[in-house]
């Protein structure tokens, strides 16, 4: 996942990590190199870390700098082993092997220089254990324990030397306790091309700052959070509501509703020590119940009311684009689910704005119906209902609150929780997950479909249009074309993918579309093309390469989302993150649509339900854009 | 004051004609045969590193020729710009015909450039004589350019690999090793970084032949050497030496009566007391890239490691821990003593913190920082621990 490490020109180059290459004019990628490794003899391939190497050979190296989805940096000068011949140690993670080595990993010098980088690195850390949200979750912590520290050989901070910034609606930012490991440095400039941090200043005066070192809020962040989950201190963290939702829930007065999204479901054990990708869903219901919310909804519902609207729009551009020959359609259309990908959008590549589709994200179509159709066919005035959001993201922060979102009148959700969050709530409430009773979700909003779960993982919005427009456009099943209705091709961690879905029959129009587009006739015969990416890093290939006319622009839909994994790597999961974890999660994900009864977003009844007795002029129609289509501002560097 | 230096000898163009002549197999054997070690500091053996970089396939291949000269109390390398430009450009162009490279970057100290316009007007010499540019010094499809780019400043930036990034635009911060600039170096292209006077003897040595050169200095350390000599002397200056000479050769030199001890190879040096004054200034015992400075039997050694922490503390880049945290802690500890506040215990701790920097850090600055506070309170503690009296039982 890491194949956009070296050609992002956004950022200063000399942010990031050098690549290691294999040596020039040696054709031996791939071949075997012995080495002993702690007296274990092994085999490598070329160019393998020594870090990596040890792995291999079940031996532990403490790392901190190092991060398995960035590019060596080779700083924090934790993880050095002794290379025989060598005068000086070696950074085990920044160490290609290219020829034999004879390595020890933990000779008396060796840990001597470990403990002495842990106690420099605590001689500036201000911070403690107990008041922190990364307490028994922290590596600078877990390092300290592993190197025995008991008292402060070169001292300890006694106050704070900078203000938290709380600038951000997502991320708080606290340098009192940073490591300057720069991962979330490489992290905004490597994984999502923004570059908003960076190291500033020389020597001891060294900080991680932002543009022109302005309040984080103040500056092109897109709000992924990516940085958060790859900090290894609780330098930086999100933006924390609990407090604000622990008041609605004690307020009698308040009707607090708790939508949940499909990742947190597949995440949330791990903040109680399940393995990742142990789906909590049930047990996370009764939880959510006896911390107080009064309702707990599928978000999975307005994921399949994204389908259909957002599979409307399509239609329609492209039927406007094929049939009525408007060239003034953007085509092809992007996905907007995902709000850190809507801000990066916004600041870097305004001018494509016309290709965003309008739907909403299912969070804030899910916030406009509770306090329009939901308050009204349950008799609560909207004006007391709290709308809480649980989500694996930290932007849906940024996101309930921009200023367009109140179409119901009020603010459609008041706030956004991370996995972690909730995480913490239902502890604070003596609750072990793990042990609760399942449960369902709440009418009228618990139903849903295999389609919505998927939408947790990258390539999962796409394999729900899809499942759809091929049945209501082709008149076929998806299981005839795809075994189990499971479109293998679009699923994969690949940074940016493309697929082609060739149309070889069309059937009717269903009854709601037919005053949108009398027959699909014009599209018998054509190929739909689209593309999957994740990561704002990939998503600047693609949009590259659509202006450049490449092979991206040909697609008809494209589904973006701006954490690498889809919304299962999402700014607000638990932490660590690492490939092998979001690969877990996306496993729990994709088992979870299996065993739906109902796979495809267009059959879950309590959508067609909802366009019956309220969104009554159907997708896309008068009502439905007031609530469930948004617009999106050129912010340009600009704000 | 300076002595009289082989480079006043030598004819410019003289070198690169000989080179040229012979091509880019007897260049490399030529240099295998003198057996040169680098001049800038680091001593690594010039003719392996031209070799790795002549193996390197592919186009696109730089000469560097590093004149940052940072080191305090290094003056040697703006003498031979400002005197002997020419045998400087010839040993890059040599560089250049045996790794097979198209272009030549000087990277000028930012204090140097005032000698600018100079150094531009004898490139402009060269390209018209036919030295430099198409088909350069009469070799078909040799064309060779050189190019002067301004330092930044900062110490750290004459470390190749932070120099490079330098070259490329960015921060200054030395890069992880391997791989090295032969392979992977500027512009991700294979490249040879070599010290102003590492190029300038390279010129000497294809001039006046490889027997010649390597007949200087002792087994090891093979030919002459520039020393800048500053501090307590009557005649501070550039000074030639074949390698191996004693420290007390050199002080006697330069006029130096009743040293203390010496500064071996700048901030980052030795320091040497005089009991050991009869050290051998050459690779295999007190290594330089230059810089000696002498202290007089007045100086306060407490003062000096004071300057030299002071300047690391300034100059680290600060991505590592060792070196951006090392540093300080060393200057406090320098403090600390100064006041009479550092007890015996404490002052273990720092000598072994000074270990871990020499080994832990990433890049020379600090794996050799601590270098200078360790030899002072190895060889000077009567003078430095007397100040802790009464203040620590
Ligand atoms: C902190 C630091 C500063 C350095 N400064 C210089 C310098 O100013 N000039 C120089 O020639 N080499 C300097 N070096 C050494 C270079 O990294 C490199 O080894 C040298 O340029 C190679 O040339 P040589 O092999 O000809 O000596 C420095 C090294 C370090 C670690
Ligand atoms: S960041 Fe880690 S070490 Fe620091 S206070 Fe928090 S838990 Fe403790
Ligand atoms: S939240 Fe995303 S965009 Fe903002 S600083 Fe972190 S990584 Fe960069
Ligand atoms: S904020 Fe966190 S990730 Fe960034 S440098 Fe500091 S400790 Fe590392
Ligand atoms: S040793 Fe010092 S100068 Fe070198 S990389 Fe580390 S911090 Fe930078
Ligand atoms: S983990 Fe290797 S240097 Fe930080």
Same mark, same amino acid.
């Given at each position: ?639 | ?86 045998? +400087?450009?010839?040993?890059? $162009?040599? %560089?250049?015909? =045996?790794?097979?490279? @198209? /272009? &030549?970057?000087?990277?000028?100290? #930012? ?81 040879? +970084?070599?010290?102003?006077? $590492?190029? %300038?003897?390279? =010129?000497?040595?294809? @001039? /006046? &032949?490889?027997?010649?050169?390597? #007949? ?178």
């Amino acid at each position: 996942m890491t194949d956009n490490i070296n050609d992002s020109d956004r950022a200063p180059k000399a942010q990031r990590g050098q690549v290691i290459d294999k040596p020039d004019g040696v054709d031996a990628i791939g071949a075997q190199i012995t080495i002993t490794i702690d007296d274990n003899e092994i085999k490598v391939p070329m160019g393998t870390t020594i870090l990596e190497a040890a792995k291999t050979a079940g031996i532990h190296i403490p790392t901190l700098c190092h991060h398995e989805d960035l590019c060596v940096a080779g700083v924090c000068r934790v993880c050095v082993v002794e290379v025989e011949g060598q005068r000086a140690l070696q950074a085990s993670c920044a160490y290609p092997i290219t020829s034999p080595l004879n390595i020890k990993t933990h000779t008396p010098q060796v840990r001597r220089a470990r403990r002495h980088v842990i106690d420099l690195l605590l001689s500036k850390h201000y911070g403690e254990c107990y008041a922190c949200f990364r307490n028994n979750n922290c590596e600078l912590q877990s390092l300290a324990k592993e190197y025995g520290v008991d008292f402060f050989r070169f001292g300890h901070p006694e106050k704070p030397m900078f203000e938290k910034d709380h600038s951000s609606y997502s991320v708080v930012r606290d340098m009192n306790k940073c490591v300057l490991c720069r991962r979330c440095v490489r992290t905004c400039i490597d994984l999502q091309e923004v570059g908003v941090l960076e190291a500033a200043n020389r020597s001891n005066e060294t900080t991680i700052e932002t543009f022109q070192d302005r309040p984080l809020g103040d500056v092109v962040c897109i709000n992924c959070g990516q940085c958060i989950n790859r900090c290894p201190t609780g330098a930086l963290t999100a933006n924390d509501p609990t407090d604000e939702v622990w008041a609605a829930i004690d307020d009698p007065k308040k009707h607090v509703t708790l939508q949940t999204a499909p990742s947190p479901r597949a995440g949330i054990g791990e903040c109680f020590g399940l393995e990742p990708g142990t789906p909590m869903t049930f047990e996370m219901n009764t939880a959510v119940r006896q911390c107080g919310f009064d309702k707990v909804f599928d978000t999975n519902f307005t994921a399949d009311l994204t389908i259909i609207e957002e599979g409307t729009e399509l239609l329609l551009r492209l039927y406007k684009a094929l049939v009525e020959k408007d060239e003034t359609v953007a085509l092809p259309q992007f996905t907007s689910c995902s709000p850190g990908w809507v801000k990066f959008i916004e600041h870097f590549y305004p001018e494509m704005l016309p290709n965003m589709s309008s739907a909403k994200s299912p969070q804030q179509m899910f916030g406009a119906l509770i306090k329009t159709f939901y308050a009204e066919h349950h008799g609560i005035d909207p004006a007391d209902i709290v709308s809480v959001a649980l989500m694996p993201c930290s932007a849906k922060k940024f996101e309930c609150n921009r200023p367009e979102m109140t179409d119901s009148g009020y603010k459609d959700v008041d706030y956004g929780l991370t996995t972690r969050e909730l995480a913490k709530m239902i502890s604070e409430a003596g609750i072990h997950l793990p042990d609760m009773p399942k449960g369902d979700f709440d009418a009228p909003f618990g139903e849903a479909t295999g389609s919505g779960v998927i939408f947790g993982a990258t390539g999962g919005v796409m394999e729900a249009a899809l499942r759809t427009v091929i049945e209501l456009v082709c008149g076929v099943k998806v299981e005839d074309l795809f075994e189990h209705a499971n479109i293998l091709p679009i699923r994969g961690f690949e940074g940016a993918r493309m697929v082609e879905l060739p149309i070889e029959n069309v059937g009717p129009v269903p009854a709601v579309l037919q005053s949108l587009v009398p027959s699909w006739d014009w599209l018998k015969g054509a190929t739909l093309k689209v593309g999957v990416c994740h990561g704002t890093a990939n998503a600047k290939k693609v949009l590259d390469d659509i202006k450049a006319g490449g092979a991206f622009s040909e697609c008809h839909f494209i589904e973006f989302m701006a954490c690498p994994g889809g919304c299962l790597g999402g700014g607000g999961q638990p932490i660590p993150t690492t490939p092998e974890i979001r690969q877990a999660r996306a496993k729990a994900i994709y088992a979870e649509d299996e065993a739906y009864g109902i796979r495809k977003s267009h059959e879950n009844p309590v959508v067609w339900e909802l366009y019956e007795k309220f969104l009554t002029d159907g997708p896309c129609g008068h009502i439905s854009h007031k609530l469930l289509h948004t617009t999106y501002t050129a912010r340009g560097k600009y704000l | 004051m300076s002595t009289e230096l082989t480079f006043s000898q030598i004819e410019k163009y003289a070198g690169v004609k000989t080179a040229a002549a012979g091509g880019r197999a007897d260049i490399l054997a030529t240099m295998k045969t003198a057996g040169m070690r680098g001049r800038g500091g680091a001593g690594f053996p010039v003719s392996v590193k031209w070799n790795l970089a002549a193996a390197a396939t592919g186009p696109d291949k730089f000469i560097v020729c590093n004149a940052d000269e940072g080191e305090p109390g290094t003056f040697k390398d703006r003498l031979i710009l400002s005197e002997y430009a020419d045998i +400087v450009f010839d040993g890059m $162009t040599i %560089a250049a015909i =045996a790794v097979g490279a @198209a /272009k &030549g970057i000087l990277y000028l100290r #930012g204090e140097y450039v005032y000698l600018l316009n100079d150094l531009e007007a004898v490139l402009a010499r060269r390209r018209e004589d036919g030295m430099l540019g198409q088909n350069a010094a009469g070799r078909e499809g040799f064309d060779f350019d050189i190019d002067i780019r301004m330092g930044s400043g900062a110490y750290v930036c004459g470390e190749e690999t932070a120099l490079i990034e330098s070259l490329e635009g960015n921060r200054g911060e030395p890069r992880n090793r391997p791989p090295f600039p032969v392979d992977t170096g500027y512009r991700g292209r294979p490249t040879v +970084v070599n010290n102003v006077e $590492t190029l %300038a003897w390279a =010129a000497c040595i294809f @001039a /006046k &032949g490889a027997e010649w050169f390597n #007949g200087l200095g002792t087994e090891k350390s093979v030919g002459l050497k520039l020393l800048s000599i500053s501090g307590d002397c009557a005649n501070p200056g550039v000074y030639e030496f074949p390698l191996g000479v004693s420290i007390a050769d050199v002080l006697t030199a330069v006029g130096a009566e009743n040293s203390k001890a010496v500064q071996v190879g700048g901030a980052s040096g030795l320091c040497i007391p005089a009991c050991q004054f009869d050290r051998k200034i050459a690779f295999e015992d007190v290594a330089t890239g230059g810089s000696v400075i002498v202290f007089g039997a007045d100086r306060d050694m407490l003062d000096v490691v004071d300057n030299f922490m002071e300047f690391f503390v300034e100059e680290s880049c600060g991505q590592c821990t060792p070196c951006r945290e090392g540093n300080e802690k060393l200057l406090e500890g320098v403090q600390m003593l100064a006041a009479g506040k550092c007890s015996m215990k404490y002052l273990k701790e720092l000598c072994s913190l000074g270990k871990t920097m020499q080994v832990a850090s990433k890049c020379g600055l600090g794996q050799s920082s601590p270098n200078a506070f360790l030899s002072v309170v190895e060889h000077f503690s009567d003078e430095i621990l007397g100040r802790t009296e009464g203040s620590n039982a």
